[in-house]
């Protein structure tokens, strides 16, 4: 038995009965828990495997931050945020904190944030045991036997505690709450973890660009052997992590990270890798992750086997796997790194109109970091399907707690100041909209990114494109040059146009609820629409 097993915290400041904590448990600890608790099985990979039950996802219409003196006047109040008066948020932290005292419960203490100037010390109380494995593998790590006095932040995560909307001011059962006031964040009535992480990444997200002037990030980052760090922006799809993951760069994280006046820091210490179709051919080190201590969630086995079918999506298609950084090969510990020098912005356009690699101009990449494009296939039938436009401001508008241009400027301010170049990837499709054309292949879009972080590009020439005005170049090593301008790749250039102007509407459309807020240069990084396009 561990030290941490017999260490107890003192949690009157939260109603809690210390003497039910289950405090600091080590990872084995924690796994007997769970099989003992009936949470989940044992994969033949090591890993623990579970159903986090009704909610295989976030419910973003259903998290709350509390309205109150310090965000009544701060917060982007709409669509994302929603309010919740302070008396409802008060009730509800009797309710599930009555609840965990009817019942053991799980403590861990962590933190949050690689570079120690921003340490974010954390509380995170959970009903189960393989919520705080979640936590032990997604937060960064103290010593076992550590304990921290006066935790800056508390997480009480209790999937079978259930609000009355009729009493408590939600919409359903379910919630996650933030309080910046007594800085605690609720979850009820949902067992999936992704509300915890992305609790304490919405905190974050308040508090380093409001108080510190630090730029949070929802994006991937990698460093070079000469220590050129690399930002991957990108929504769910694009590939931010498969791309950031290169066996020649070292990972500083796959999802959240702060960009300083002098560092790019991780602010977790693990990874929360989708893994529907995973393979060890496709991702090595994500599949290799998968062992002793790792977190699956939702997937399915394989009849009569401990083996995981990653292909079956019966439960969902958000099929998760949570482990610590240090499981991914050439993970930087300290995850923490220097200046970038490249920023890529990843879309998967399924209009097949955005070229593969463009080089943005400050105007253009703040146009396009507020407007957060990507599409998505509305199904999974075979034939055309026509896209799903997806805008998320700032690559990651369901966790911005301010309004989305607080975050573009500062990125402006540090793009402008450290003289980053700034690429749009196109990670989509190529030679017609889906349905028509192809995916582009990985190679290729590995081999452009590469040539970026190489500085290939300083001696080729390059030609704009003419309704998005993006720099395209004439060549790339180990592409071939006709992929690089997506209109020669079209076979009717008519279809093309009609199809980029659509686009270009929709950008257009998106932006005008930031118009008021936009640079000059932003302006006039607008896409042009052609009036009488047919």
């Known amino acids: 038995m561990s030290?941490?097993?017999?260490?107890?915290?003192?949690?009157?400041?939260l109603n809690l009965d210390s003497d039910n904590a289950l405090f600091q448990l080590n990872v084995?600890?924690?796994?007997?828990?769970?099989?003992?608790?009936?949470e989940g099985t044992l994969a033949d990979s090591g890993a623990l495997a579970i159903d986090t039950g009704k909610f295989t996802g976030r419910s973003p219409k259903d998290r709350f931050i509390v309205c109150d003196d310090i965000t009544r006047d701060t917060v982007w109040w709409g669509d994302i945020n929603f309010k919740l008066e302070p008396h409802y948020f008060d009730s509800l932290f009797e309710k599930i904190t009555a609840h965990l005292n009817q019942k053991d419960f799980y403590v861990r203490d962590a933190y949050a944030c690689a570079d120690e100037r921003y340490k974010t010390t954390i509380r995170v109380v959970t009903e189960t045991a393989y919520?705080?494995?979640?936590?032990?593998?997604?937060?960064?790590?103290?010593?076992e036997d550590e304990m921290i006095d006066q935790p800056e932040w508390t997480i009480i995560a209790a999937p079978?505690?259930?609000?009355?909307?009729?009493?408590?001011?939600?919409?359903?059962?379910?919630?996650?709450?933030?309080?910046?006031?007594?800085?605690?964040?609720?979850?009820?009535?949902?067992?999936?973890?992704?509300?915890?992480?992305?609790?304490?990444?919405?905190?974050?997200?308040?508090?380093?660009?409001?108080?510190?002037?630090?730029?949070?990030?929802?994006?991937?980052?990698?460093?070079?052997?000469d220590g050129d760090t690399a930002i991957f922006f990108g929504l769910s799809g694009t590939g931010k992590t498969t791309l950031s993951a290169d066996p020649e760069r070292g990972l500083i994280g796959d999802d959240e990270h702060g960009w300083s006046e002098d560092?790019?820091?991780?602010?977790e210490g693990g990874c929360y890798a989708k893994c529907v179709d995973l393979t060890a051919e496709k991702e090595p080190q994500i599949f290799n992750a998968i062992k002793f201590g790792s977190l699956l969630e939702?997937?399915?086995?394989?009849?009569?086997?401990?083996?995981?079918?990653?292909?079956?999506?019966?439960?969902?298609?958000?099929?998760?796997?949570?482990?610590?950084?240090?499981?991914?090969?050439?993970?930087?510990?300290?995850?923490?790194?220097?200046?970038?020098?490249?920023?890529?912005?990843?879309?998967?356009?399924a209009f097949g109109v955005l070229p593969p690699i463009s080089k943005l101009t400050p105007g253009q990449a703040m146009f396009h970091?507020?407007?957060?494009?990507?599409?998505?296939?509305?199904?999974?039938?075979?034939?055309?399907?026509?896209?799903?436009?997806?805008?998320?401001?700032?690559f990651g508008k369901a966790f911005l707690p301010l309004h989305p241009t607080r975050y573009a400027s500062l990125l402006g301010e540090k793009m402008q100041k450290h003289k980053v170049n700034v690429w749009l990837i196109n990670t989509g499709w190529s030679g017609g909209a889906y349905g028509v054309g192809k995916r582009m292949k990985l190679a290729y879009t590995r081999a452009m990114i590469t040539a970026a972080l190489h500085g290939d590009f300083e001696n080729i020439s390059f030609e704009t494109d003419p309704v998005f005005g993006l720099n395209i170049p004439v060549g790339c090593p180990n592409v071939p040059a006709e992929i690089l301008n997506p209109r020669n790749t079209w076979a009717d250039a008519r279809e093309y146009d009609k199809k980029a102007n659509e686009l270009a509407i929709a950008f257009v459309n998106n932006f005008k609820q930031f118009e008021a807020y936009a640079s000059e240069e932003?302006?006039?990084?607008?896409p042009k629409v052609a009036e009488n396009a047919h």
């Open 3 to 13: 030290k941490a097993f017999m260490l107890k915290p003192d949690l009157k400041y």
């Open 131 to 143: 919520q705080n494995l979640f936590a032990n593998n997604l937060f960064l790590r103290v010593a």
């Open 298 to 349: 939702n997937t399915n086995y394989f009849p009569q086997t401990r083996t995981v079918d990653f292909s079956n999506i019966d439960k969902t298609e958000n099929t998760r796997v949570a482990y610590p950084i240090e499981y991914i090969d050439h993970a930087i510990i300290p995850s923490i790194a220097g200046m970038p020098k490249n920023i890529f912005f990843l879309t998967a356009d």
């Open 522 to 526: 932003m302006l006039a990084a607008f």
């Open 160 to 225: 079978t505690c259930l609000a009355d909307p009729a009493v408590d001011g939600t919409r359903q059962p379910n919630f996650s709450i933030l309080n910046f006031t007594k800085k605690m964040i609720l979850v009820g009535g949902s067992g999936y973890t992704g509300e915890i992480k992305k609790g304490i990444f919405s905190v974050l997200n308040f508090i380093l660009p409001h108080q510190r002037e630090t730029l949070s990030m929802h994006c991937s980052a990698n460093v070079g052997k």
């Open 263 to 267: 560092t790019v820091f991780n602010f």
């Open 28 to 38: 084995a600890e924690l796994v007997e828990e769970a099989l003992k608790n009936g």
């Open 369 to 394: 970091f507020i407007s957060g494009y990507t599409a998505k296939v509305a199904g999974t039938e075979a034939g055309v399907i026509e896209p799903q436009l997806t805008f998320s401001a700032c």
